[in-house]
């Protein structure tokens, strides 16, 4: 794990319990919980929280602009709180029953309370940036928000392609970059828009979150055909059991091999597949050219994303992190 | 009704409906619905989409700052979305099925397309006051955030006493002003700040609104029992008949009255009321003095409501529109 993870989780880690900490009781259980500071009765217990990827992207975009990485704090938090409130909703959404090896928050807690909850960090995430006074607390704010709404946008063509045969790879990339890469993008830029950056630094780290959210997307999609339970904490080709429309998938659907047809018929069956057929349908992306699309795609998005911290006068060891965390979080383990 | 509600549906209502476009097509089509502009088929129609209170009072808000009404319209917009991401929440927590006579949002388009839709108001309402470039934009973002966190709150409350039979009038009074006092406070004071008015004028307008909203949290729980279906939208003594503890049953049942006893068995019954014990049950609450308090607690506070616009230096009509506002959200029709 790169070095950046590690003081994220050490610099934001005690200021989000902070901020769990001002929500109103009924609410605050929830998010701890979800968070995995506190069992189902509120008891304090320390499990996997995520990877605080995005709170590590947020203080490096602070020290991007040239300031301590503590000045990015607050932006932290705000950038994790979103990413937390979007898969509360989501779980609920999507009627997924375990997160972080953990019951999800509305299967503990109800549906109600979860919606709840979610609400409460989305409303919190905006307090922590408006009432900061760093220079750009309102451009913070309009760019966190510009991200929710992506994210809420990706979320809807999420769900709205689960109903529908005929996605193109295009709506998919585009789905990908609304939901996923839009909050990455965000986390980049949002700790130097927070202390004033100029536009062009903040263009630079947008375009590389933008790019790494994308390679990441891709490699999370991989992880869910390919990779090992150990790895993913989800039952092998998890993503194929669920018929997940996964860049993948798509790209071996639209790719015009004689392999797609047999692909989409086995995608279209109604009824559960045995392994053997998961197998078979893992083998037909493999032969349909989808894997090494979406592994060529990755690579190439990595490139990208590397190109766009070159001439924006960011430290070295400041690029070289980012670049270590972009590599990390789309590390071939399948 | 007050001229000021015609107004604000004049001009807030292009701004509301031009906001929801902005929305990602499946997201709009929910939003629509709620806010009464389209049928379940995405078709346009007009029907009954609440009262505009709450932009009515933005607007006079700005004009009492000396601006013109039309100043207000971004933040009498973002008022009515948070608002409106309330009920469409709320609806899904308390499993109504039925608001302003229609079918609820998630009861046509699924629990999770509604919760996606009051996400993407919640954020659309911050990015309205955001993106504007009025001198109190910040300042107008943080006012409703802090309302936000109180409705928030006030709902966790809500669902909180569901489970518990030992409420206080106190805490159900906090519950409401939380609930619904601190939007409407907002309301009164943020088209105002949007336009950088001075703290004190701020201040004034937000004791105004406080105590208005909760003389209206007061008058609609006494419709709840004692209004005719023809007012409410709802069957006769529909808040008995679900249970709910709101004001004048809380008062009654913590009275120390002869009759509280008898009510707190008849409403912790597991089966349903017939007519008669839900009269009886109405009668039980008179008779504990809890529908007096009621009217006398909402009367007080429509005197301390008008009471905080003195002295804070708005014009004379303004003031007479805000109590004219006041007084019909608080008129006895039972």
Not at 97 to 105: S, Y
Not at 270 to 287: K, N, P, W, Y
Request: charged share 20%.
């Amino acid at each position: 794990m790169p070095a950046g993870v590690a003081v994220a989780r050490d610099l934001v880690g005690p200021a989000t319990e902070a901020a769990i900490n001002r929500l109103t009781p009924r609410v605050r259980r929830v998010a701890a919980y979800h968070y995995g500071l506190a069992d189902a009765q509120g008891n304090p217990v320390r499990v996997g929280s995520g990877k605080a990827l995005r709170p590590a992207l947020a203080l490096l975009s602070a020290r991007a602009a040239g300031v301590a990485p503590e000045r990015g704090v607050s932006a932290a938090v705000a950038v994790e709180l979103v990413h937390n409130f979007s898969l509360l909703h989501d779980d609920i959404m999507d009627g997924d029953t375990e997160r972080r090896h953990r019951p999800t928050a509305w299967t503990v807690f109800g549906v109600g309370a979860a919606i709840l909850a979610g609400d409460a960090m989305l409303a919190l995430a905006n307090d922590l940036l408006l009432e900061d006074t760093a220079p750009g607390g309102l451009w913070a704010a309009r760019c966190l928000s510009t991200a929710v709404q992506r994210l809420i946008a990706g979320q809807g063509e999420d769900l709205a392609f689960e109903e529908r045969g005929d996605v193109t790879l295009a709506e998919c990339i585009e789905m990908a970059g609304d939901k996923t890469a839009a909050l990455m993008a965000c986390a980049c830029t949002i700790g130097a828009v927070h202390v004033g950056a100029a536009p062009e630094l903040a263009m630079g780290l947008a375009e590389f979150g933008g790019h790494v959210g994308l390679a990441f997307q891709l490699t999370d999609d991989l992880l869910g055909i390919w990779g090992a339970p150990e790895v993913t904490g989800k039952p092998v080709r998890a993503d194929l059991r669920a018929r997940k429309k996964s860049l993948p998938v798509v790209a071996a659907l639209t790719s015009g091999a004689p392999e797609a047809p047999e692909l989409r018929a086995l995608l279209a069956r109604e009824d559960d597949l045995s392994e053997d057929e998961l197998l078979q349908a893992a083998d037909l992306i493999v032969a349909a050219g989808g894997k090494a699309w979406a592994e060529k795609e990755a690579d190439d998005r990595l490139a990208a994303a590397a190109a766009s911290l070159d001439g924006i006068g960011i430290p070295a060891d400041v690029r070289a992190e980012f670049i270590a965390i972009a590599e990390f979080i789309t590390a071939r383990q399948w």
